[in-house]
């Protein structure tokens, strides 16, 4: 039976215990695999890792092959075929984004060029914020792996539009597809209504209130973590780890005819418009073979293209930002 390495960091945090138990469960590899679980923490989060893996262990997945428990990405990178870069520094009292940038820069460093040891067929995902650019530095310190296997996640925001959109229609969310965040994985973020479908029809057929759209929907997409953590006083866990596994399903199984999926991927300078190399959230369309492309023939009004050049102008300042730690 294959065995899958999965490294998670931040393991002990609210995310990874929320990941963790489905990734050994056989819920995203499925009940043939093996999945052995490197956990990454910081020395001082150690205990609290070695509680999670109790009770991981306590559950007796047949799927579980294993769990390691480590201190240094050398050692937790090592031999991964996944990589889910879930932990990072957050935003403290009155720090700047910029200040955030720099901050994690060099935890993203040091990750980046610890990836080297990993499979050659690994793919890392980085979850943690700012993801967009986190995942930019992170992908620039490591030569050994092409750039097309990192992507940032931006399925949460996508699965939070869909949720939006579900409740003012009155459909389930499975009844909404073609559904892209365009962007940074920010406030910026442009989720596009305007090439969304309910049912197979545009989703402005059912949804008319352009109002609405340009609105409420948008600002509560844009700022919907900031209300979490007003609403709980934590930030979100549970809907984000369901959204990095549905990450990484969209990039294991084929795309279904006619419809894509969001996530943040390297722009090959071809694509709307958007500046080579910037880790952009796209439209994206997967073979199951572990390839992927952007869509490229998604239709954008004056309106979407307003909205993602905003995008595009704060992620490409965030690139300045963290310029001095991104090895040409």
């Known amino acids: 039976m294959t065995t899958i390495k999965v490294a998670v960091t931040g393991a002990a945090g609210q995310i990874g215990y929320s990941l963790l138990f489905r990734l050994a469960s056989g819920e995203v590899f499925g009940k043939d695999k093996k999945v052995r679980l490197k956990m990454l923490e910081l020395p001082q989060a150690i205990k609290g890792a070695e509680g ?24 937790g990178f090592e031999g991964v075929n996944w990589a889910l870069l879930v932990g990072s520094k957050p935003r403290g009292p009155g720090m700047e984004r910029n200040d955030l940038l720099l901050e994690n820069g060099p935890i993203f460093t040091r990750q980046g060029k610890a990836l ?14 700012p993801c967009n650019t986190n995942c930019l530095i992170a992908q620039h310190n490591c030569r050994d792996i092409p750039p097309t296997r990192f ?4 399925m949460l925001d ?16 499975g009844a909404i597809t073609n559904l892209a965040i365009w962007g940074n994985h920010s406030s910026t973020m442009f989720p596009d209504f305007e090439n969304a479908k309910i049912n197979g029809k545009a989703l402005t057929e059912t949804i008319s209130d352009r109002k609405w759209l340009e609105g409420d929907f948008m600002t509560t997409v844009q700022k919907r973590g900031a209300a979490i953590i007003a609403a709980r006083g934590k930030s979100s866990a549970a809907s984000a780890a369901s959204a990095c596994i549905d990450h990484m399903w969209n990039f294991m199984r084929p795309t279904p005819a006619g419809q894509w999926f969001s996530a943040a991927v390297p722009s090959d300078g071809n694509a709307y418009g958007i500046p080579a190399g910037l880790i952009f959230s796209f439209p994206i369309r997967a073979d199951g073979k572990g390839n992927y492309e952007i869509v490229r023939d998604v239709k954008l009004t004056d309106y979407a293209k307003s909205r993602i050049a905003l995008t595009t102008k704060e992620l490409e300042e965030e690139r300045a930002v963290v310029r001095d730690l991104l090895v040409k």
């Open 52 to 75: 999670t893996a109790m009770e991981i262990e306590d559950c007796g997945f047949p799927t579980l092959d294993g769990i390691d428990i480590c201190e240094n990405p050398e050692q």
């Open 116 to 129: 080297n040891k990993a499979a050659s067929d690994v793919r890392v995902v980085v979850v943690g914020n």
């Open 151 to 154: 992507s940032a996640m931006t």
């Open 158 to 173: 996508e699965n939070r539009a869909k949720a939006q959109l579900g409740i003012k229609s009155g459909q389930n969310v």
